[in-house]
């Protein structure tokens, strides 16, 4: 199963509608959180919204995920150990009011595991080896000891 | 022998649903012998807390006036109640109005900017850390004399 999402705040159809397409050929069923949209995708299962305990049940099942560059989505992806294709909203298309995903998505482009797709084009040629892409092999749950050390500090110290 | 047995301080730990919060997750070793109470925009987290407690307030962004208002109520109610030493956010909005309130309540207060925010700090960020007593980036490129500063990252 592929699982689609747009994260927990804004629609961003430019990626739903590249996927719908992709899918009528997929052999693979996409399941898609599509945020509060107007679009009816046709050759996917979708849903405007998901829980939190639905949408760790989705990523769960899912062989790839594929999202905006968001990074409860990457993190996610990668504290799951799933491979994910990330596409960045676009201030210039009216998908977030700043290009800050399209900043994280170029810091993102070598590491492993998740796959950036610049535009739509990139998202395709993605989309057409999605068979093959690499996962990250694994991450801590928590984050790095430098700054667990400085907030741990910090508290002690109040 | 003397034992002197430092209080354990409590803790209020607030993010916005999404990003903010998963960042925010990867903090608690840090809260480890601390009292935590977290406070976020999106119902269904709790599950992930354990015994620890966990208010849900309104979700709003800077266009909706009353829905911030409402935010901010909320968020001073559980300062109140919870009244905590220390007062850590990941963003976005209620991390604003949570920090400078907190300071009220005389609150040491951090702020840490997602982990997003590659090239520039982001705009609740540059409201915020100003105001708290430590202003983190989670890039180094971002780091400046007065702050934020960069102490490492979520990841």
């Given at each position: 199963m592929?699982f689609?999402?747009?994260?927990?705040?804004?629609?961003?159809?430019?990626?739903?509608?590249?996927?719908?397409?992709?899918?009528?050929?997929?052999?693979?069923?996409?399941i898609?959180q599509?945020?509060?949209?107007?679009?009816?995708?046709?050759?996917?299962?979708?849903?405007?919204?998901l829980s939190p305990t639905e949408f760790s049940e989705y990523i769960e099942k899912a062989?790839?995920?594929?999202?905006?560059?968001?990074?409860?989505?990457?993190?996610?992806?990668?504290?799951f150990?799933?491979?994910?294709?990330?596409?960045?909203?676009?201030?210039?298309?009216?998908?977030?009011?700043?290009?800050?995903?399209?900043?994280?998505?170029?810091?993102?482009?070598?590491?492993?595991?998740?796959?950036?797709?610049?535009?739509?084009?990139?998202?395709?040629?993605?989309?057409?080896?999605?068979?093959?892409?690499?996962?990250?092999?694994?991450?801590?749950?928590?984050?790095?000891?430098?700054?667990?050390?400085?907030?741990?500090?910090?508290?002690?110290?109040? | 022998?003397?034992?002197?047995?430092?209080?354990?301080?409590?803790?209020?730990?607030?993010?916005?649903?999404?990003?903010?919060?998963?960042?925010?997750?990867?903090?608690?070793?840090?809260?480890?012998?601390?009292?935590?109470?977290?406070?976020?925009?999106?119902?269904?987290?709790?599950?992930?807390?354990?015994?620890?407690?966990?208010?849900?307030?309104?979700?709003?962004?800077?266009?909706?006036?009353?829905?911030?208002?409402?935010?901010?109520?909320?968020?001073?109610?559980?300062?109140?109640?919870?009244?905590?030493?220390?007062?850590?956010?990941?963003?976005?909005?209620?991390?604003?109005?949570?920090?400078?309130?907190?300071?009220?309540?005389?609150?040491?207060?951090?702020?840490?900017?997602?982990?997003?925010?590659?090239?520039?700090?982001?705009?609740?960020?540059?409201?915020?850390?100003?105001?708290?007593?430590?202003?983190?980036?989670?890039?180094?490129?971002?780091?400046?004399?007065?702050?934020?500063?960069?102490?490492?990252?979520?990841?």
């Amino acid at each position: 199963m592929i699982f689609v999402t747009v994260g927990t705040q804004l629609t961003f159809d430019r990626l739903i509608n590249t996927i719908d397409q992709w899918a009528a050929t997929s052999s693979d069923e996409v399941i898609a959180q599509i945020g509060p949209s107007d679009l009816k995708p046709k050759n996917m299962l979708w849903q405007q919204f998901l829980s939190p305990t639905e949408f760790s049940e989705y990523i769960e099942k899912a062989r790839v995920i594929i999202a905006h560059a968001g990074m409860g989505s990457i993190l996610t992806a990668m504290q799951f150990k799933k491979p994910i294709i990330i596409l960045p909203r676009r201030e210039k298309f009216g998908e977030h009011r700043n290009d800050h995903q399209f900043a994280t998505a170029k810091q993102f482009i070598n590491v492993e595991g998740i796959h950036v797709a610049m535009d739509d084009g990139e998202l395709v040629s993605l989309l057409q080896s999605i068979q093959s892409l690499t996962v990250c092999s694994g991450v801590s749950p928590y984050a790095s000891p430098e700054l667990l050390t400085a907030i741990t500090c910090f508290i002690e110290e109040s | 022998m003397v034992f002197i047995l430092s209080k354990s301080k409590k803790i209020l730990a607030i993010a916005s649903g999404g990003g903010h919060w998963v960042q925010l997750l990867r903090l608690r070793p840090a809260f480890e012998g601390s009292q935590v109470t977290y406070v976020t925009t999106i119902d269904g987290y709790q599950s992930a807390l354990g015994d620890a407690k966990c208010f849900v307030i309104k979700d709003a962004s800077r266009w909706d006036k009353l829905g911030l208002l409402i935010m901010l109520f909320q968020i001073f109610f559980i300062l109140i109640q919870i009244r905590p030493d220390v007062l850590i956010t990941t963003g976005a909005a209620p991390g604003v109005f949570a920090l400078r309130l907190g300071k009220l309540f005389r609150a040491k207060t951090l702020w840490l900017d997602s982990i997003a925010n590659a090239e520039d700090i982001s705009l609740s960020g540059k409201i915020a850390g100003p105001h708290a007593d430590l202003w983190l980036t989670q890039w180094q490129e971002l780091e400046k004399e007065e702050g934020p500063f960069y102490k490492g990252r979520v990841l």
